[in-house]
């Protein structure tokens, strides 16, 4: 893996720092097959084409790329993927997949001179572009698409997904609230960047003012979300990291019990409380993916009791869509 050192002041604010452990306990659907094949459809990665994979974690995503790439192209050639992120812990864990020699960088996306000054050689390199649930935590969304624009070829594409308008609705305003009411202003904390498709249209159209990006589709995609543990597991993966940064861990809780509260008639559902959820209403699992939490009714142990179901579940809103760089 390239440990190229990250200019700590660039874009700080909104750097994130997911933890590979947190991240896969409480939030695996982000790379699981039923939530990523739409956008990996749009890619349509083919053996032989070089993709470079824009935020991509703990490399699940990359490594299917890769296969497909890397498979036997017709005229002989092999493909080349090559993922970039900001975290160092995401990068470790996607680097230990050894099967897979795929290289890593780490760098901003958002830094479009940084990146040239170090990997001139990508200019122009790059068939595609691959990037899913990344571009929210972005908030220099002009600075990550002049990046796109130097590294795809003429007549090269842009696949991409990620939170837009609207993206987990509730939570973002409990979080607001709660800061809020501690006096606290919540706009310069907040990480998120969530665009409405006229918007990120217009932020494609400026990725250069000779040959900018050309949309091919944009479109805000509804997603209920069962977490696979709780809203708290959530929160404390993608909010306390970076929202809640700043405060200690006694502060973090007390704000994090208070989201939870605020959300909870909106979040959680329970056969038991009409209205939030039953068997026939919420609790409707996508395509196989792992449905939310189950607890036994009367606690551990009694496994042959019946089960109760309750859960949490999150209204993703993505934005989805697709791009090409004129020839
Ligand atoms: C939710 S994860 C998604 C990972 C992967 N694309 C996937 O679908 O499984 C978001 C990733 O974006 C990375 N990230 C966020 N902001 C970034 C930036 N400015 N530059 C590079 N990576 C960034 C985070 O470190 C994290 O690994």
Not at 84 to 106: T, W
Not at 119 to 136: E, I, R, S, W
Not at 207 to 226: D, K
Request: negative net charge; proline residues 7%.
């Amino acid at each position: 893996m390239s440990t190229a050192n990250l200019d700590p002041t660039a874009h700080a604010s909104s750097l994130t720092n997911h933890n590979p452990s947190n991240y896969s306990t409480n939030a695996s659907f982000v790379y699981s097959s039923a939530y990523t094949a739409p956008v990996l459809d749009i890619l349509e990665a083919q053996a032989g084409e070089k993709i470079i994979d824009l935020g991509c974690g703990t490399g699940e995503l990359t490594r299917l790329i890769y296969e497909k790439v890397t498979a036997q192209a017709a005229g002989g050639g092999r493909g080349e993927v090559i993922g970039v992120d900001s975290s160092s812990e995401m990068l470790d864990k996607a680097s230990s997949y050894k099967d897979y020699p795929i290289p890593y960088i780490r760098a901003d996306i958002q830094d479009l001179p940084t990146f040239v000054s170090r990997y001139p050689q990508y200019k122009g390199h790059f068939d595609a572009v691959f990037t899913n649930a990344t571009l929210h935590w972005c908030k220099d969304p002009k600075g990550v698409i002049e990046l796109v624009g130097w590294l795809l070829r003429p007549g090269g594409r842009m696949a991409f997904e990620f939170g837009g308008f609207g993206n987990c609705v509730g939570i973002r305003a409990g979080l607001h609230q709660a800061l809020k009411k501690r006096g606290i202003d919540p706009v310069p904390l907040d990480p998120w960047y969530f665009p409405t498709v006229g918007q990120y249209e217009a932020v494609l159209r400026s990725s250069s003012p000779t040959n900018p990006l050309t949309p091919q589709s944009l479109h805000l995609v509804p997603r209920p979300t069962p977490l696979p543990t709780s809203l708290r597991g959530w929160l404390d993966t993608f909010a306390r990291s970076t929202f809640l940064s700043s405060f200690d861990d006694r502060q973090a809780g007390e704000i994090l019990d208070d989201v939870v509260e605020i959300c909870k008639v909106d979040n959680y559902w329970s056969e038991d409380i009409p209205g939030n959820g039953n068997e026939d209403g919420m609790n409707v699992k996508g395509k196989g993916e792992p449905g939310p939490g189950k607890s036994s009714a009367s606690g551990s142990g009694q496994g042959k009791e019946k089960e109760k179901k309750e859960g949490w579940e999150v209204m993703y809103v993505r934005l989805r869509g697709s791009a090409i760089k004129p020839e």
